[in-house]
């Protein structure tokens, strides 16, 4: 589900896409209120709207018994929201919060003394906030009763066949995981890894957060995003290129009309940059959760070991060491 004022873009489109291919679950992407969600990358960067094809107060009206499972991104609070999370676990619904998705979770106030994860960068702040729940480091997601919770944007990949495997068996996660191209989706994970450290990080993740927009002049890359794209290539492309800090990201769809993504959300084009200041087009042809891979292969290569690093250190993905 997404706010429609803010909503992490791969924190939403992850998940759906890979929940969408369990052909036995009635997975529905759903916004706050009527009309379009704004998305933003992992740094911050605008992202594409999308207009997801329901809402809450829709979902309730045709489901008032509830979710079974409601998947919360990283995203704008707002009492709307909290208050719809709150009566969805009221009524038996367990919330999977992606990354930073969190501190949305800990807000409605339902989970005192439970054991939860989100990404490193917000350890301090959780803990400040939320000190009656414990926070928990080194595991890619956790489930403690009605709550399922991950660390970076990357756990989205691992948490999501975690929960297939769960509903429907180790043999249908399988099938799933090897047409995505991944081969592991257990809960290992160590946050040390990740933070920033003299000895190697420090500079990778300096780099994506602050000096590279300092210094640099950013790119503009475009997407082209035809009818039917996959929602996983296309959210991990743009927000692996917008974690740069060097980067400028655009969807084209072709024209003025938005398309129709593989599993039936409305992707919006953006205006376009300037003909003279777009490098290239970011590809989406790619083995769809191999995209991260693809993607910090062309940033490597095109703004070096480091930045490519930096933006793996940021997505919590373990592949960084391979940079």
């Known amino acids: 589900m997404g706010n429609n004022q803010a909503t992490e873009l791969s924190d939403l489109l992850v998940p759906y896409g890979i929940l969408s291919r369990d052909d036995a679950m009635d997975v529905q992407a759903l916004a706050v209120r009527e009309g379009t969600v704004a998305t933003f990358t992992d740094m911050g960067a605008p992202g594409p709207g999308l ?104 756990a989205a990949i691992p948490v999501s066949l975690a929960l297939i495997e769960a509903v429907h068996g180790r043999a249908k996660a399988t099938r799933i995981a090897k047409d995505l191209g991944v081969n592991d989706w257990s809960d290992q994970h160590h946050t040390n890894a990740y933070e920033p450290h003299l000895d190697g990080s420090a500079w990778p993740l300096a780099k994506v957060s602050c000096t590279n927009r300092w210094f640099h002049h950013a790119d503009a890359f475009v997407v082209r995003a035809n009818q039917g794209v996959d929602e996983l290539s296309l959210a991990l492309m743009l927000d692996a290129y917008a974690s740069t800090g060097r980067s400028r990201t655009f969807v084209d769809t072709g024209g003025t009309d938005p398309v129709t993504t593989r599993y039936g959300l409305t992707l919006m084009p953006d205006p376009p940059p300037s003909s003279h200041d777009v490098e290239r087009l970011i590809p989406t042809n790619v083995q769809t959760a191999r995209a991260l891979d693809t993607a910090l292969r062309g940033i490597m290569q095109r703004y070096g070991r480091s930045t490519a690093k930096g933006v793996a250190l940021v997505f919590e993905y373990p592949q960084h060491d391979d940079l």
């Open 51 to 154: 207009r997801l094809p329901a809402t809450t107060l829709a979902f309730d009206a045709l489901h008032p018994e509830g979710a079974d499972f409601v998947v919360v991104p990283a995203q704008a609070s707002s009492p709307a929201l909290l208050t719809w999370l709150r009566h969805q676990v009221g009524k038996g619904a367990t919330l999977v919060s992606i990354c930073n998705g969190g501190l949305i979770v800990a807000e409605t106030g339902l989970f005192s003394g439970q054991a939860a994860t989100a990404h490193w960068s917000t350890e301090d702040k959780r803990k400040a906030l939320y000190p009656d729940i414990r926070w928990t480091r080194d595991r890619h997601y956790i489930a403690d009763g009605p709550w399922i919770s991950t660390t970076g944007v990357s």
